[in-house]
Antibody, heavy 122, light 111 residues
Framework: EVQLVESGGVVVQPGGSLRLSCAAS????????MHWVRQAPGKGLEWVSL????????YYADSVKGRFTISRDNSKNSLYLQMNSLRAEDTALYYC???????????????WGQGTLVTVSS | QSVLTQPPSASGTPGQRVTISCSGS????????VYWYQQLPGTAPKLLIY???QRPSGVPDRFSGSKSGTSASLAISGLRSEDEADYYC????????????FGGGTKLTVL
């Protein structure tokens, strides 16, 4: 059974930093690209970042480019999101999601975690 | 302002057929696959349609997707109360502002 479990969400002050983690199980982690998608309270889905299966390619939404860094450790079946210079508008539930494509990148996310809540507030 | 445009709301009565539209441009829907997600209240999104019109296993055939030019649609036939949810379209975007874009979401109400 595929499982994605996010952790690391807390309340942080504006300008602060945070690292989110996503522990994956139930599939061959290093065969699939992984994504972070966020949802602000009461709002829609916003794609944040993706990393290819081997970590060689990364992409970011303009809203987080230069502040967030996505990474993965295939030996630990784990995905990460380093978040720096946090702003109030980064407040959201952050989901990690598995790409549907086998060693390709798509915009199909066939498995999602339950999310971890990041609140940026003083 | 989302890159992909969806109506904010839709509604129907049980048994009816409803459609939800998703409008984009040549850099996203016009040249890439469209995916649809269903988000039930308080839960994580679920993949409903992939590659424009394919259903993952377990998704009822009441749900169907289509694409024409720079627009796509999700159709739900035989509407049921448990279909009340938020629906999102998504696509790869070839422009610099991409690469993955979502629609703003459509809240479906079953009357």
């Amino acid at each position: 059974e595929v499982q994605l479990v996010e952790s690391g969400g807390v309340v942080v002050q504006p300008g602060g930093s945070l690292r989110l983690s996503c522990a994956a199980s139930g599939f061959t982690f290093d065969d699939y690209a992984m994504h972070w998608v966020r949802q602000a309270p009461g709002k829609g889905l916003e794609w944040v970042s993706l990393i290819s299966w081997d970590g060689g390619s990364t992409y970011y939404a303009d809203s987080v480019k230069g502040r967030f860094t996505i990474s993965r450790d295939n030996s630990k079946n784990s995905l990460y999101l380093q978040m720096n210079s946090l702003r109030a508008e980064d407040t959201a539930l952050y989901y990690c999601a598995k790409d549907t494509g086998l060693v390709v990148i798509t915009t199909g996310f066939d498995y999602w975690g339950q999310g971890t809540l990041v609140t940026v507030s003083s | 302002q989302s890159v992909l445009t969806q109506p904010p709301s839709a509604s129907g009565t049980p048994g009816q057929r409803v459609t939800i539209s998703c409008s984009g441009s040549s850099s996203n829907i016009g040249s890439n696959y469209v995916y649809w997600y269903q988000q039930l209240p308080g839960t994580a999104p679920k993949l409903l349609i992939y590659r424009n019109n394919q259903r993952p296993s377990g998704v009822p055939d009441r749900f169907s997707g289509s694409k024409s030019g720079t627009s796509a649609s999700l159709a739900i036939s035989g509407l049921r109360s448990e279909d009340e949810a938020d629906y999102y379209c998504a696509a790869w975007d070839d422009s610099l502002s991409g690469p993955v874009v979502f629609g703003g979401g459509t809240k479906l109400t079953v009357l």
